[in-house]
Every structure is written in structure tokens, then in C-alpha cells.
């Protein structure tokens, strides 16, 4: 099959991480990917290039075109590129002519519906509204179970819909040296006798990166701050995001607790963390919480879209209640003082992730969907 893929921007984020992945285990099975976009977010950006790189690397022919760059709903208006990028994307269907156009961005589901081709939609988060932009698929890819109950609720009929978890790379698997690690820590100041609690992924509010500082400031009160450290493996996508958060590490004092790394490959990061934390308040399934499984860090996320489908309580990792930085703490303190507990339920992590979300399944259950919009 010939596939094109839709993606207003390459985000620096997890979007573009499963465009990747999934393109690339199409590509392997002997299809063609195109992904149709207006290019990178940031440009001169080390962890954007690297990404973008990937997408090249993996197979993938990038076309690009003018789609807005801008934010938000009333920025899209705004804009009137939308109005030729319409017409160069349709003088590139009917070149093209490619068998499955796949959307990844709700905004430009109304150009392959107004030139009246079939097309599947992904949303990669909840609750998303793009207002008059958006229109119904003829075939939606949920990645969640919450994502899938929201489908239904917004109209969706079951069989114009499917559960498709997101699946990653198997080179998360793969160790890498104690002596690579220990060079990473030096050449990121990260304290070598501290029990690393990291995050990987865009530093905002929706992401709950301040409950997380809360989280290990309350820390304290047991005894046990200067046991810990914080790594945030991301970036910003404005400057008041940045001074939000900075204000929320000075108040809590944790200036000394925390360590800043560059968006980039997150694959040896990881391997600097002890403790994998996504806080996250709104999420569409938490594919960095896989890749940290897959790593073995102890995985701790927020009980919001993917969680429990990700994660069994206790057992392969652990939840708390969105928001309740308290909770978090209370885990945080028990896996801190006890590291036997910590890594018996990063093993059983592992070993679950390892079954169910590998990136060839999460090809296989999409091309299926496919083949069932073709007839």
C-alpha cells in the first residue's frame, strides 16, 4: 500500500515518536509512507534534528507543505495558508494517488474529507476540539480505552472505530554499559548515590510536571529529600512555561533536586533513572511510560487515559489519583526505602510491555484497519 500520513507539525513529543514507529514498521512489511507536513517545531534544535532524522533514517519520505505552524483555535483562523495548503495537498493526492490517507492532526481532517477521500483519523489526546476543523473519519484509531468511550460518546459507530494501543521500538530492551551510565550522570550533574526520579516528555502544565516537584518536595517531611533526584528529559514550548515551573522549583525549594536535559533520543536517559514518574493530568494513552518500562525503570503514572491498560497497580508499576501530589509522594517514599520492592516491580513491568506493546503488533492491528476501510 501506498500511505500517506497528515501531520500539521513534527512536534518534539511522543506524536511524531509513533509516527515514527508506526511508519516504520510499515515500511518493513513492504508499504510506502509519505508524511505530508509543514516541518519541524523548532528549527536549530539538536533533539528536534535528531528526530527528524529518525523519520528519514527508518524510510520515510517527508513532503513537505504549508500548513500553519501557529497555535490555537483562534490562531488557525487567523491564518490564511490553510487555503493553499488545501489546494497543494490535493495536487499532491491526485499525484500521488496513494491508497490510505491516515490523519494525525484533527485540524486537517477537513481537506481529505471536503475532497470527498476516505481517510482513518488517530487523536493522540483527549478531549481535544478544533472546532469546525475537525471531521468525522471514516475509520478512527483509538490508542486508549478512554479514548475509545470518547469516540463513542462523540458518535463514532463501534465498527467505524478501533483499539489500537501504541507500540515502541524493542531497542528500549537493550542495556547499555555501567561504565556509559556513569559517564551520562557526570556529563548531566546527576548525583550518582541518589535514586533518580525521571520524566521524559514536554515540560507543561498539562503534563503535571509541577506535581511531580510537589510530589518529592513532601519528601521531606519523611526524611528522605536528599535521597532523590529529579531529571526532566524535555523542553518548554514558550517562556511562560518555563517561568511557571522555575517558580514552582524555587517555592519548593528544590533548586539543588533537579537536573534539566535537552529533549533528545530518550533511549539513554533512561537508563539514568531508578524511578520513571508521567504525572500527567490529561494524556491520550502515555507512550513514554512503555519506553520506560521497557528500560527497566519501576514506572509510576497518574490514573488518567492508558494507565490501566499500561499498568497493574502494585504489580507492574504503580498509579495514583491525577493531581494528588500527596499520593505520589506516598509511593515515591515507599520504592525510595525500599529498593528489593522497586525492582521486582520494574522487572514484572518490563516483562508485560515487552508482550503487549511492541511496535510490530501496533502495525499489524493498524494495517487490519486498513484493509477494512478498502473493503
Known amino acids: 500500500m501506498k500511505i500517506a500520513f497528515l501531520s500539521r507539525i513534527l512536534f518534539l513529543s511522543g506524536v511524531t515518536t509513533h509516527i515514527r514507529d508506526l511508519a516504520q514498521g510499515l515500511i518493513e512489511e513492504g508499504h510506502t509512507v509519505h508524511l505530508l507536513t509543514a516541518g519541524k517545531q523548532f528549527d536549530n534544535h539538536k533533539g528536534m534534528d535528531e528526530l527528524y532524522d529518525s523519520l528519514i533514517s527508518v524510510g520515510v519520505r517527508i513532503v513537505n507543505v504549508g500548513y500553519p505552524k501557529c497555535a490555537g483555535k483562534l490562531g488557525y483562523l487567523r491564518y490564511l495558508s490553510l487555503i493553499p495548503s488545501f489546494f497543494e495537498t490535493w495536487r499532491i493526492f491526485l499525484r500521488e494517488k496513494y491508497d490510505i490517507i491516515h490523519v494525525h492532526t484533527p485540524l486537517l481532517s477537513f481537506i481529505p474529507k471536503l475532497l470527498g477521500y476516505k481517510f482513518v483519523t488517530t487523536v493522540h489526546c483527549a478531549q ?36 489500537v494501543h ?12 555501567a561504565e556509559k551510565v556513569s559517564e551520562l550522570k557526570e556529563k548531566y550533574a546527576v548525583p550518582k548515590e541518589k535514586v533518580v526520579v525521571g520524566y521524559v516528555g514536554r515540560l507543561c502544565h498539562r503534563k503535571g510536571v509541577d506535581i511531580l516537584v510537589k510530589a518529592c518536595a513532601a519528601l521531606s517531611e519523611r526524611g528522605l529529600r536528599d535521597k532523590v533526584h529529579i531529571v526532566f528529559c524535555g523542553n518548554f514550548d514558550n517562556e511562560g512555561e518555563k517561568e511557571w515551573l522555575y517558580g514552582i522549583i ?11 536535559i ?58 495514583f489519583e491525577s493531581d494528588n501530589y500527596g499520593q505520589l509522594s506516598d509511593i515515591l517514599a515507599s520504592l525510595v526505602a525500599d529498593e528489593e520492592k522497586r525492582l521486582r516491580v520494574a522487572e514484572a513491568g518490563r516483562e508485560f510491555a515487552k508482550e503487549n506493546f511492541s511496535y510490530k503488533v501496533m502495525c499489524r492491528k493498524t494495517v487490519e484497519v486498513y484493509k477494512k476501510l478498502l473493503g
Not at 507500540?167 to 554499559?177: M, Q, R, W, Y
Not at 524555587?250 to 534539566?260: A, M, S
Request: glycine fraction near 8%.
Open 128 to 163: 481535544m476540539d478544533v472546532g469546525l476543523f475537525e471531521r468525522k473519519p471514516d475509520h478512527q484509531i483509538a490508542i486508549s480505552k478512554e479514548m475509545y468511550d470518547e469516540g463513542i460518546t462523540q458518535g463514532l459507530n463501534v465498527n467505524d472505530i478501533s483499539l
Open 250 to 260: 524555587q517555592k519548593e525549594k528544590q533548586w539543588d533536586n533537579v537536573t534539566f
Open 262 to 319: 535537552p529533549f533528545q533520543d530518550p533511549y539513554p536517559v533512561y537508563k539514568l533513572f531508578d524511578i520513571f514518574v508521567l504525572p500527567s493530568r490529561l494524556e491520550g494513552f502515555g507512550l513514554v511510560s512503555v519506553e520506560a518500562m521497557l528500560s527497566g525503570n519501576c514506572c509510576v503514572r497518574s490514573n488518567v487515559e492508558g494507565a490501566e491498560e499500561q499498568i497493574e497497580d502494585g504489580v507492574t508499576g504503580f498509579l
Open 166 to 177: 501504541n507500540g515502541v521500538s524493542p531497542k528500549f530492551l537493550t542495556s547499555i554499559s
